[in-house]
């Protein structure tokens, strides 16, 4: 069974990546990895080798991203800065930082509602919930 023609595009990161989510809606790509940052990448603009944005406020790598559902501009990202934050990608600024781990953090994923999981090299698991008005 074939799956007909593909038309590739390249975005070069310029470190090794670790994590690569694409935005829910299926435009807005995030890259991150050791570089420290989160490159935005848009594969529908003529220079897709060029990043459409930089989110750089992690101060180690970047080990996972996720959209947040319903919120097509909110990305969490965690990293071995020990942190996790949330993002508007509009801005380069992160909306909120949580400091819940005392080592690497390894992985992140949108909880139910305004909640965000994450698990680290210190072993925990943390299910952390957001303020009403947070997103």
């Known amino acids: 069974m074939g799956f007909g023609t593909f038309a590739w595009q390249t975005f070069v990161a310029p470190k090794a990546c670790y994590t690569v989510s694409a935005a829910p809606e299926g435009g807005v790509v995030a890259v991150a990895g050791a570089d420290k940052a989160i490159r935005l990448w848009d594969p529908r603009q003529r220079d897709t080798a060029a990043a459409a ?18 919120h097509a501009f909110h990305l969490w990202s965690a990293s071995h800065d020990c942190s996790v934050k949330l993002w508007d990608i509009r801005g380069t600024v992160p909306l909120h930082s949580l400091a819940c781990h005392t ?5 992140v994923a949108p909880h139910a509602g305004r909640s965000v999981a994450s698990g680290g090299a210190d072993n925990v698991l943390h299910i952390n919930q957001l303020d009403a008005g947070a997103l």
Do not use: I, Q, Y
């Open 53 to 70: 944005a930089v989110l750089s406020s992690h101060t180690n790598w970047v080990n996972s991203v996720a959209w947040v559902p319903d």
């Open 103 to 107: 080592d690497k953090v390894l992985g």
